[in-house]
C-alpha cells in the first residue's frame, strides 16, 4: 500500500502465473491494462464523482421497493405479533432463524478476505476487499434484524446487554447460547466497521484532495482523519492495519462457531453434534464467497472495473468455493454416517426423514446446489467465464439458505411422538420481511458503491506490473 507520491516505499510486482506461459517463466500482473498510479486514481474516483447512470436508479428503487415491502410486513409482525408467521407449536423456528443464520453466513467472506488473506500476504485481495468488507457489514446488519424482531417486542432488545440498570438483580442469562449471539455478531460488527473504515482512510484523503465544493472537502477532512501520505503516517496505519486483521482473524471462526452452538449445544435429534462449529464455519465461508462473486461480477461489468476485478480474481475465489465446498459435502455425509453409527434411533430417522421426507424437495435442492454443482468449478473453462461463474455463485446461495432452512425445519417437524408432528408453510409476512433483508441489503451496497470508492486504490497501487520477470 503506497501513496502516489511517496517513492520511498515502491509498490511490489506482485503477479500471478499464466498457465499457458508457465512453461517460460512468464507472468501476468493482478491489474490488467499497465495501469499508472494517476489512472488508477482517476479510473477508481471518477466513479463517485459523476451522476449516477439510470441502470443505478433503477436499481435503486427495485430494492428500496422490497425494504419498503420488508418494513410493512415488520410492522405488521410487531403490532399483530408472531401469530402472523407460520409458526405452530411444533416448528417453533422457522423462516426467522433461517435467514438469521444465512445472513451471518453472507457476512464471513468479507472478513475473510480482508483479514485472513491479507495475513498470508494473498495481494489478489486488493480489488475486492472493500466491497467485500462493506457487503459484510450490511450482511451483519441484515441478520441482526431477524433476533429483534423474533423478540416479539423489539423495543426491548436493549435488556440483551448487560449495561448497569434499576430493575434489581435482573441480568441477562450468560449460560444461553441465543446471548452469546447478541456479543458474537455486535462484536463482528464493530471490529468489521472499524476495519472497513480504516483501509478507507487513504483514500478518503484523496477523495478530499479531489474535492470541488466546500462540504465534500469539509466532509472527507474529518473522516481522512488529517491523513498527510508521510512515510511516519503510513507506518502508523499499516501497524495498525495488521493489529486489526489479527483481531478480527478469530472472529471469522468465532462467530459462525457461537451460531453453531444455539443448535449443538441443544438436546434435539440432529442438532445434537460437535461437527456443527466447522461445518458452519466452512459453509459460511462457502456462501460469503459465492456472494461476493454475484456482487462483484455484475459491478465489474456495470461500473467499467474489468481491468481491476480481472478473470484471475473470480478464478481465485471460486477455488476457495471449491474448497470449502467440498468441506460441506463431506459434512453432509459425516452427518449421516454418525446417525447410523450412533445406533440412535431418534438420530437415524432425522436424517432419513431428511432424505425422504416430505421435506426431501428442499433438501435434494441443498444437495444439487451444494455439493453437485460447485464441482463445474473443477473445469478451467467454467470458473474462467464470469456469466458461468455468476449463475453457480447464484445457486451456492440459493443452496446454503436451504442448508440451513433443512437443518431447522427438518429437525422440528416430527417430534418424539407422532401426535406431535406438523408441517410448516412460511405466510406471506414471512417471505416479505425475507425479502425486505435483500432490500437492505442491497439498497447499502447501491449507496456505498455511489458514495465511496469500491476499489481499494491505495492497495490497487501496490500491486500494479512495473516489468517483467
Same mark, same amino acid.
Given at each position: 500500500?503506497?501513496?502516489?507520491?511517496?517513492?520511498?516505499?515502491?509498490?511490489?510486482?506482485?503477479?500471478?502465473?499464466?498457465?499457458? !506461459?508457465?512453461?517460460?517463466?512468464?507472468?501476468?500482473?493482478?491489474?490488467?491494462?499497465?495501469?499508472?498510479?494517476?489512472?488508477?486514481?482517476?479510473?477508481?474516483?471518477?466513479?463517485?464523482?459523476?451522476?449516477p447512470p439510470l441502470k443505478w436508479w433503477l436499481a435503486l428503487s427495485v430494492s428500496l421497493s422490497l425494504l419498503l415491502l420488508g418494513a410493512w410486513a415488520v410492522t405488521q409482525t410487531v403490532t399483530r405479533g408472531i401469530?402472523?408467521?407460520?409458526?405452530?407449536?411444533?416448528?417453533?423456528?422457522?423462516?426467522?432463524?433461517?435467514?438469521?443464520?444465512?445472513?451471518?453466513?453472507?457476512?464471513?467472506?468479507?472478513?475473510?478476505?480482508?483479514?485472513?488473506?491479507?495475513?498470508?500476504?494473498?495481494?489478489?485481495?486488493?480489488?475486492?476487499?472493500?466491497?467485500? !468488507?462493506?457487503?459484510?457489514?450490511?450482511?451483519?446488519?441484515?441478520?441482526?434484524?431477524?433476533?429483534?424482531?423474533?423478540?416479539?417486542?423489539?423495543? =426491548?432488545?436493549?435488556?440483551?446487554?448487560?449495561?448497569?440498570n434499576t430493575r434489581g438483580p435482573l441480568w441477562v442469562n450468560f449460560k444461553s447460547p441465543l446471548l452469546w449471539d447478541v456479543f458474537a455478531i455486535s462484536t463482528y460488527f464493530i471490529i468489521s466497521l472499524t476495519f472497513?473504515?480504516?483501509?478507507?482512510v487513504p483514500d478518503l484523503a484523496t477523495m478530499r484532495d479531489r474535492a470541488k465544493t466546500k462540504v465534500r472537502k469539509a466532509i472527507f477532512s474529518i473522516f481522512s482523519l488529517g491523513w498527510n501520505g508521510s512515510n511516519?503516517?503510513?507506518? *502508523?496505519?499499516?501497524?495498525?492495519?495488521?493489529?486489526?486483521?489479527?483481531?478480527?482473524?478469530?472472529?471469522?471462526?468465532?462467530?459462525?462457531?457461537?451460531?453453531?452452538?444455539?443448535?449443538?449445544?441443544?438436546?434435539?435429534?440432529?442438532?445434537?453434534?460437535?461437527?456443527?462449529?466447522?461445518?458452519?464455519?466452512?459453509?459460511?465461508?462457502?456462501?460469503?464467497?459465492?456472494?461476493?462473486?454475484?456482487?462483484?461480477?455484475?459491478?465489474?461489468?456495470?461500473?467499467?472495473?474489468?481491468?481491476?476485478?480481472?478473470?484471475?480474481?473470480?478464478?481465485?475465489?471460486?477455488?476457495?468455493?471449491?474448497?470449502?465446498?467440498?468441506?460441506?459435502?463431506?459434512?453432509?455425509?459425516?452427518?449421516?454416517?454418525?446417525?447410523?453409527?450412533?445406533?440412535?434411533?431418534?438420530?437415524?430417522?432425522?436424517?432419513?426423514? *431428511?432424505?425422504?421426507?416430505?421435506?426431501?424437495?428442499?433438501?435434494?435442492?441443498?444437495?444439487?446446489?451444494?455439493?453437485?454443482?460447485?464441482?463445474?468449478?473443477?473445469?478451467?473453462?467454467?470458473?474462467?467465464?464470469?456469466?458461468?461463474?455468476?449463475?453457480?455463485?447464484?445457486?451456492?446461495?440459493?443452496?446454503?439458505?436451504?442448508? *440451513?432452512?433443512?437443518?431447522?425445519?427438518?429437525?422440528?417437524?416430527?417430534?418424539?411422538?407422532?401426535?406431535?408432528?406438523?408441517?410448516?408453510?412460511?405466510?406471506?409476512? !414471512?417471505?416479505?420481511?425475507?425479502?425486505?433483508?435483500?432490500?437492505?441489503?442491497?439498497?447499502?451496497?447501491?449507496?456505498?458503491?455511489?458514495? =465511496?470508492?469500491?476499489?481499494?486504490?491505495?492497495?490497487?497501487?501496490?500491486?500494479?506490473?512495473?516489468?517483467?520477470?
Amino acid at each position: 500500500m503506497a501513496p502516489e507520491d511517496h517513492t520511498s516505499a515502491l509498490p511490489a510486482t506482485l503477479l500471478i502465473e499464466d498457465e499457458q !506461459e508457465r512453461g517460460y517463466g512468464h507472468v501476468l500482473p493482478l491489474i490488467d491494462g499497465n495501469k499508472t498510479y494517476s489512472q488508477v486514481t482517476e479510473e477508481v474516483f471518477s466513479t463517485t464523482e459523476r451522476m449516477p447512470p439510470l441502470k443505478w436508479w433503477l436499481a435503486l428503487s427495485v430494492s428500496l421497493s422490497l425494504l419498503l415491502l420488508g418494513a410493512w410486513a415488520v410492522t405488521q409482525t410487531v403490532t399483530r405479533g408472531i401469530g402472523t408467521w407460520g409458526l405452530n407449536r411444533t416448528v417453533g423456528w422457522a423462516f426467522d432463524i433461517t435467514n438469521f443464520v444465512f445472513w451471518v453466513g453472507i457476512g464471513h467472506a468479507g472478513t475473510l478476505i480482508s483479514a485472513i488473506l491479507f495475513l498470508f500476504r494473498q495481494r489478489w485481495r486488493t480489488s475486492i476487499n472493500r466491497a467485500a !468488507e462493506a457487503m459484510t457489514i450490511f450482511a451483519v446488519m441484515c441478520a441482526g434484524t431477524f433476533p429483534i424482531i423474533h423478540m416479539g417486542r423489539p423495543w =426491548l432488545a436493549f435488556w440483551a446487554t448487560p449495561y448497569p440498570n434499576t430493575r434489581g438483580p435482573l441480568w441477562v442469562n450468560f449460560k444461553s447460547p441465543l446471548l452469546w449471539d447478541v456479543f458474537a455478531i455486535s462484536t463482528y460488527f464493530i471490529i468489521s466497521l472499524t476495519f472497513w473504515y480504516l483501509g478507507m482512510v487513504p483514500d478518503l484523503a484523496t477523495m478530499r484532495d479531489r474535492a470541488k465544493t466546500k462540504v465534500r472537502k469539509a466532509i472527507f477532512s474529518i473522516f481522512s482523519l488529517g491523513w498527510n501520505g508521510s512515510n511516519r503516517t503510513w507506518s *502508523r496505519y499499516e501497524t495498525v492495519y495488521m493489529l486489526l486483521a489479527g483481531l478480527s482473524t478469530p472472529l471469522v471462526i468465532s462467530v459462525h462457531t457461537i451460531v453453531s452452538m444455539d443448535f449443538a449445544t441443544s438436546v434435539i435429534p440432529g442438532w445434537h453434534a460437535t461437527i456443527f462449529p466447522p461445518y458452519f464455519v466452512a459453509g459460511a465461508v462457502f456462501s460469503g464467497f459465492a456472494m461476493v462473486l454475484t456482487l462483484m461480477i455484475i459491478a465489474r461489468k456495470v461500473m467499467d472495473l474489468e481491468e481491476y476485478i480481472t478473470v484471475r480474481h473470480l478464478e481465485a475465489m471460486t477455488k476457495v468455493i471449491i474448497a470449502t465446498g467440498m468441506i460441506v459435502g463431506m459434512a453432509y455425509g459425516t452427518e449421516f454416517f454418525m446417525a447410523w453409527y450412533s445406533g440412535n434411533n431418534f438420530e437415524r430417522y432425522v436424517f432419513i426423514n *431428511r432424505a425422504l421426507g416430505p421435506f426431501k424437495w428442499a433438501y435434494w435442492s441443498m444437495v444439487s446446489c451444494n455439493v453437485i454443482i460447485p464441482q463445474l468449478f473443477w473445469i478451467r473453462k467454467v470458473r474462467t467465464t464470469p456469466w458461468m461463474i455468476f449463475i453457480l455463485s447464484i445457486f451456492v446461495n440459493i443452496g446454503m439458505w436451504f442448508e *440451513r432452512f433443512v437443518i431447522i425445519v427438518t429437525s422440528l417437524h416430527r417430534d418424539y411422538l407422532p401426535s406431535s408432528w406438523a408441517m410448516y408453510t412460511p405466510t406471506f409476512v !414471512e417471505v416479505a420481511i425475507f425479502l425486505g433483508s435483500f432490500g437492505l441489503f442491497f439498497t447499502c451496497f447501491l449507496i456505498f458503491t455511489r458514495l =465511496l470508492p469500491m476499489i481499494a486504490a491505495s492497495e490497487v497501487k501496490g500491486v500494479l506490473k512495473h516489468e517483467e520477470h
